[in-house]
């Protein structure tokens, strides 16, 4: 009973899912509309239930003053704010002062932080290809030579020292990197073909937990 | 009712590729098949991980990644979920702490429940805390922020990441080479492969991510939906040698029939 009505849902929800692809029919569309959209208010339910986990997680290492507590703080407050001015502003949208101060607190404090995120990646792609490019065996040393190549194909100065790396560059990525790629695209669309095929039909339960 | 055009192709592949995959499966649960699978160096590795975590006296760290349950990177999610109760086994028999973080609201729930039962059935609930599935954020660079600060203060020594990631795959596999933890990674995103394989100890690649819970489990089950994959992969490549026999003789018989 608690495996088998989780899995009855599953089942009859993705085959009506799997169906409305294939067919045309208005009452399929319509229930399969709806399935979408409850689909979307458990969403709304789950991040309610995981901010709760956060909140009291932080409460928690606040009210303890374990190692770090201050940036517990940090959050804590930072979502106060986020969310009391997301819902005043809401529920005054009239309110020019609420709605700049909210576009405000967005793009001064959120979209710095994630676009200082984004432009460490040039860094770590920068360490990451120094250990990785390292002469230590047969496969990184052709990785290293095929890179080298690659990028004096890419860079304009690649094309003045010898019009020829442009076209090594474009037949590696071209024929041999996409050889390769294209092999672990169908390996990885025919593994998560199986899988769905398993859970759908209710033959994999692992992700229902192991107890019964 | 009618089919909508350009799924009949789609619906038929779907049809028969569906029932390779299940027949090799019943065969292997009713013990008329047993499929084969070759070491996995990267699966192997996990207990090692965890085992120096231990001799350590640190964490160990394991995230299913940016993928959900809804979406077309919910098979990745899932197929995260098999090494992650794998992963809880191995704490839970080495007493070592398991942080996992989660970026999908809607799969933490699942994930915390599914930890919370491998303590169980490991004999050691008191192993699962509060803290133990930490849900950080729903926006990307919120939730790699939050992981590599985990990182850093927490001074992980095993860092596993399975599942479908974008681009902070490179963020959590430098961070975590930056505090000397031993990083086990496996994406079906192929962007995102050439980043764990620079920087990973040991990398999935590709399919062998859907591997590891016949590997690590050798559950019938799915040691025989692997089998069945196989000879959905020799299909494929049937179908891949006469599409292009025909191209090179001008027949657009194969396009067609596709099409349709």
């Not at chain 1, 793009?107 to 230590?136: N, T, W």
């Not at chain 1, 004096?152 to 590696?172: C, M, Q, R, T, Y």
């Amino acid at each position: 009973m608690r495996r088998g009505v989780p899995l009855a849902i599953v089942f009859i929800v993705g085959t009506l899912l799997l169906l409305n692809y294939f067919v045309a029919n208005d009452t399929l569309k319509a229930t399969s509309t709806n399935l979408v959209n409850w689909g979307v208010i458990v969403s709304a339910f789950a991040v309610g239930l995981a901010s709760v986990n956060l909140v009291r997680i932080h409460i928690n290492k606040i009210s303890r003053q374990r190692p770090g507590w201050i940036n517990s703080v940090a959050l804590v407050a930072t979502m106060a704010i986020f969310i009391s001015v997301g819902i005043y502003t809401k529920l005054n949208p009239d309110n020019a002062g609420a709605k700049a101060l909210f576009q405000n607190l967005f793009d001064h404090s959120y979209s710095p932080f994630g676009s200082a995120m984004f432009a460490i990646l040039a860094f770590y792609v920068a360490s990451a290809s120094y250990r990785a490019f390292r002469m230590r065996s047969l496969e990184a040393s052709l990785l290293l030579i095929a890179a080298v190549l690659v990028m004096l194909g890419n860079a304009p100065i690649g094309e003045l020292v010898w019009d020829k790396f442009p076209v090594i560059s474009n037949w590696l990525l071209r024929v041999i990197n996409m050889t390769g790629q294209r092999g672990i695209a169908i390996g990885v669309a025919i593994g998560g073909f199986a899988t769905s095929m398993r859970i759908l039909l209710g033959f994999d339960r692992g992700h229902l937990g192991q107890g019964e | 009712m009618t089919m909508i055009n350009g799924t009949f192709f789609v619906l038929a592949a779907l049809l028969v590729y569906g029932t390779f995959i299940i027949g090799v499966l019943v065969a292997t649960r009713s013990g008329k098949f047993t499929p084969k699978i070759r070491r996995i160096a990267a699966l192997d590795s996990i207990e090692e991980a965890v085992g120096r975590a231990t001799e350590m006296g640190r964490p160990v760290h394991y995230t299913p990644g940016y993928g959900d349950i809804t979406s077309s990177t919910a098979p990745q999610t899932f197929a995260s979920f098999d090494v992650l109760t794998y992963v809880v086994g191995l704490t839970a028999k080495y007493n070592t702490q398991l942080i996992v973080t989660c970026k999908s609201p809607q799969s933490f729930p699942l994930i915390q429940e599914l930890v919370r039962q491998a303590y169980l059935a490991s004999g050691k609930p008191d192993m699962f805390q509060e803290d133990t599935v930490r849900y950080i954020s729903d926006a990307q660079f919120a939730w790699a922020a939050g992981v590599l600060g985990i990182f850093n203060r927490e001074k992980v020594a095993a860092n596993i990441m399975i599942g479908y990631f974008m681009a902070e795959s490179l963020l959590f596999a430098e961070g975590g080479a930056q505090v000397g933890a031993i990083q086990v990674a496996g994406t079906g995103n192929l962007a995102q492969t050439a980043f764990f394989v620079a920087a990973c100890d040991y990398t999935l690649i590709g399919e062998e991510l859907f591997a590891g819970g016949a590997y690590l489990s050798q559950d019938a089950v799915k040691l025989g939906s692997l089998g069945g994959q196989d000879y959905v992969k020799l299909a494929t490549m049937a179908l891949i040698s006469v599409g292009t026999l025909l191209a090179t003789f001008n027949s657009k018989w194969l396009v067609d029939l596709m099409s349709k």
